[in-house]
């Protein structure tokens, strides 16, 4: 079991360009979640999946897009990268509601410069 | 209004002490979770313990227990017998709700940096 995974580890990015996070999950899970995580404000949920085929927005949705067209996956994507999205974006599934924690992948870590 | 309070930027504790990290939870809902993650310089998140907001006793797991005040709306981690190994950012988290897309919200606080002295 490789858990959560993250594609890619680093990225920098000028202003303006686009890109896609990759997060992949072999548990099954029905829940999959995007965060991210900056200096002295903890983890921010961005979107977020109840199951294959939707998405919600979270806490910080502006600037960033999903996809969720396989249980297995979940797609964030930045169409228009500003410097304000440097910062490090984890990605989390869950199998069920109530008690049920996240498991996180590894984190992205992305530079727009 | 915050969700989640975490009022200890940073702590300090002698190994083999017990050390407790402050959180403080904002919520009108009476179905909710708390959850606490340790994040060591790895940068990988852990999942340390669960408290369900109906669970009338608090949640231990090995040396980490919870010790949950529901009227002040507290949910605090106490680590016992502090190791070296502990020394990490630690974060509080609330689920929202019973299911559905709400009950799949969290919200994190902004952590609290422990550090163990030899």
């Known amino acids: 079991n490789a858990g959560v995974t993250q594609t890619p580890k680093f990225r920098v990015l000028k202003t303006g360009q686009s890109m896609t996070l990759l997060c992949a999950q072999d548990?099954?899970?029905?829940?999959m979640y995007w965060y991210r995580q900056d200096p002295g404000m903890g983890l921010r949920l961005i979107h977020y999946s109840v199951g294959e085929g939707t998405t919600a927005k979270g806490e910080v949705p502006d600037g960033y897009n999903v996809s969720r067209l396989k249980k297995q996956n979940f797609l964030l994507g930045l169409e228009s990268a500003a410097p304000s999205q440097t910062s490090v974006y984890f990605c989390?599934?869950?199998?069920?509601?109530?008690?049920?924690?996240?498991?996180f992948g590894p984190g992205t870590r992305l530079t727009v410069t | 209004a915050q969700k989640i309070t975490q009022t200890q930027p940073g702590m300090f504790v002698q190994e083999k002490e017990a050390v407790t990290l402050d959180c403080t939870y904002d919520?009108?809902?009476?179905?909710?979770?708390l959850f606490w993650y340790k994040q060591p310089s790895s940068g990988e998140m852990i999942f340390l313990i669960y408290q369900g907001s109906y669970d009338q006793q608090n949640a231990t797991e090995g040396r980490y227990s919870l010790n949950f005040q529901k009227a002040r709306k507290s949910a605090n981690l106490v680590i016992s017998a502090s190791q070296l190994g502990d020394s990490a950012m630690y974060f509080c988290?609330?689920?929202?709700?019973?299911?559905?897309?709400?009950?799949?919200?969290?919200?994190f606080g902004t952590g609290t940096s422990l550090t163990v002295i030899p």
């Open positions: 548990m099954n899970h029905e829940y």
């Open positions: 988290a609330m689920r929202e709700g019973g299911g559905g897309w709400t009950g799949n919200q969290f919200y």
């Open positions: 919520t009108s809902d009476p179905s909710y979770g």
């Open positions: 989390a599934s869950r199998r069920g509601t109530e008690g049920y924690e996240q498991y």
